[in-house]
């Protein structure tokens, strides 16, 4: 793989990583006023999604490597891993927005759960984990499918 396309490949879901949380800090920023804690939210979105992207990829990684012995090969099994953990979790954050959009309407507040907007940003978080290990393993899998 030439270093042009691993830099692309990259890239292009950290910048789109980073524009999902410039667009949360922003809904949080009219609410809270406070330019502060936003930055803070756009550092915590990234640094968990990446974070557990690069666990899942390296946990790939160390598996093949006990069967395959074959470094290059692993780092594209870890990047596949990566990429796919960061897709998942964008994918994970709109899926997680409709369903918690849908489920605010009927909220009426449980026993884990006080009020509307505790529900919505509940489903997001939600989603937004399940998409990220989702995607980690399924960019595993798709690598080990077709190019081993």
Known sequence: METQSVIAIVTIPTV???MLG?????????YIQNIQPSIKAIIFCTTIQVGI????????????????????INLNLFLYS??????????GVFIGHLVGLREYKEATGG????????????WIFLFWIIGIIEG???GGLIFIRFYS
């Open 16 to 18: 789109i990583l980073g």
């Open 22 to 30: 410039a667009i949360w800090a922003i809904f949080y920023f009219r």
């Open 53 to 72: 992207s690069a666990i899942i990829g390296l946990l790939w990684a160390i598996t093949y490597l006990l069967y395959g012995q074959n470094i290059q």
């Open 82 to 91: 990566f990429v796919g953990g960061l897709l998942g979790g964008i994918v």
């Open 111 to 122: 026993l884990f759960i006080g009020g509307e907007g505790i529900v919505w940003f509940f």
């Open 136 to 138: 980690a393993v399924l």
